[in-house]
């Protein structure tokens, strides 16, 4: 990787790196994993799948009742990180995070199959249940209440928007001298510095 060739906009060579991916058959190029913090500084990082990698935006969609919409809420910042391993290569993204507005979150809620929706509708995600045997009453409960395809969204499915602010590409090389390309984004674009790997 050397950065006189690459893209000055690294959010563009995110988008090829992803396209990539897909094509050598990286089984789930859009798995990221999500880092928030509280508001007390503890890390709290688990997996999303990151809709639209290769627009400029990263989107996941997920409870509002969750807990890492509780640490959106109190923070509204984030970090993502995607890894390729058929093209050994990292990107991490960091930036504010915005709440989607219901219209999109209605346009993608409607792509999605049924079991999904109804299993947003039985599920209080982050939050205990008695048991598995509750969970599974309560997706039966949906499922007799929405008999057809035409789930509603409920309120408590909801989508973020990451606007990346800085961008890590990393690319494996030979002898652990891996190529690590770092980009903040200020008033006048994108800057970028060569890290050590
Ligand atoms: C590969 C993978 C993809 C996932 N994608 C999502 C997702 O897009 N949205 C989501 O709410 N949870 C997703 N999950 C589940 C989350 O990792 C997590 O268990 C859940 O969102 C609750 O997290 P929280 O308690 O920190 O809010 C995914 C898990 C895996 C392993």
Partial sequence: MDERDLDPDPLATVAAWYAEAAAAGAPQ????SLATATTDGRPVARMVLVRGVDAHDFVFFTSRES?????????PWAALVLYWQELRR???LEGPIEELPRTDVETYWR???R???LAAWASRQSHPTASREALEAAYADADDRYPGDDVPL???????RLAPE???LWEHRADRLHDRVRYERDDDGWRSAR???
């Fill in 111 to 113: 792509t999605r199959p």
């Fill in 166 to 168: 800085v961008v890590e």
């Fill in 67 to 75: 807990r890492k919409a509780a640490e959106l809420a109190a923070n």
């Fill in 90 to 92: 990292q990107v991490r």
């Fill in 29 to 32: 190029p859009d798995a990221a």
């Fill in 115 to 117: 079991g999904s929706k």
């Fill in 154 to 160: 409920p309120d408590t499915w909801g989508g973020y």
């Fill in 195 to 197: 890290l050590m790997p």
